[in-house]
Nanobody
């Protein structure tokens, strides 16, 4: 089993910044992928950014140049630095973890609310 604990959400004004963190524990093997997804009300959950244990990253087009995903393998923690936030970034953000040997099994955090508003 794998457990994920997220932190760092909140309310921020447009143009502001937030940093999300997700600590992963349990049955962690390499290679693996950590990622962030988001889900706005009435919409599906979409990938925001992902990073492999080797450091390869990918981003949704809507956040490229504004968000940065990173990880600390020693702490099994993944981060999402969000800059130049827009109202359309408002959503519940979920951390996700997958071991490559069992890639069909994804583990999720509890979600953290990010609200971008005046």
């Amino acid at each position: 089993q794998v457990q994920l604990v997220e932190s760092g959400g909140g309310l921020v004004q447009p143009g502001g910044s937030l940093k999300l963190s997700c600590a992963v524990s349990g049955s962690i093997f390499r290679p693996n992928t950590m990622g962030w997804y988001r889900q706005a009300p009435g919409k599906q959950r979409d990938l925001v950014a992902g990073i492999t244990s080797g450091g390869i990253t990918n981003y949704a087009d809507s956040v490229k140049g504004r968000f940065t995903i990173s990880r600390d393998n020693a702490k099994n923690t993944v981060y999402l630095q969000m800059n130049s936030l827009k109202p359309e970034d408002t959503a519940v953000y979920y951390c996700n973890f997958r071991n490559w040997y069992d890639s069909n099994t994804g583990y999720w955090g509890q979600g953290t609310q990010v609200t971008v508003s005046l």
